[in-house]
């Protein structure tokens, strides 16, 4: 894993995402009000995943949601699983980390 200095210029000067019990709230309400947990599957999203993967050269790419207690994908390109467990979820830790977070061997990641 390597995280990218704080104000990357390729990324428009990266900010990390707000934390804490209010950035929660917030998060969860949006989730409720946009209905897209649990939703079907949509062909734009889908596309947005197999692209990441080419794009990237990676193996996988998911698109996916947090709630209280999952990671949930929308869209998702070698990726079997709809959805962990949030204690195993890369995203959680994310949206945790000040700086941009990279995993660049997931199958070799310790979380």
């Not at 990324?11 to 939703?39: E, F, T």
């Not at 050269?57 to 709809?82: E, L, M, N, P, V």
């Not at 995203?91 to 990641?109: K, L, M, Q, R, Y």
Request: net charge positive.
């Amino acid at each position: 894993m390597r995280a990218a200095p704080r104000n990357t210029p390729s990324l428009g000067g990266y900010r990390s995402p707000p934390k804490g019990r209010a950035a929660r709230l917030r998060r969860r309400r949006a989730l409720s009000r946009y209905q897209i947990l649990d939703s079907e599957p949509e062909s734009d999203f889908d596309n947005i995943a197999m692209l990441a993967t080419l794009v990237l050269g990676t193996h996988s790419a998911a698109i996916s949601f947090i709630d209280d207690h999952r990671q949930w994908f929308k869209a998702k390109c070698g990726i079997d699983q709809c959805e962990t467990p949030i204690a195993v979820s890369f995203c959680a830790h994310a949206i945790e980390s000040p700086t941009i977070f990279v995993v660049e061997n997931a199958s070799g990641d310790p979380r």
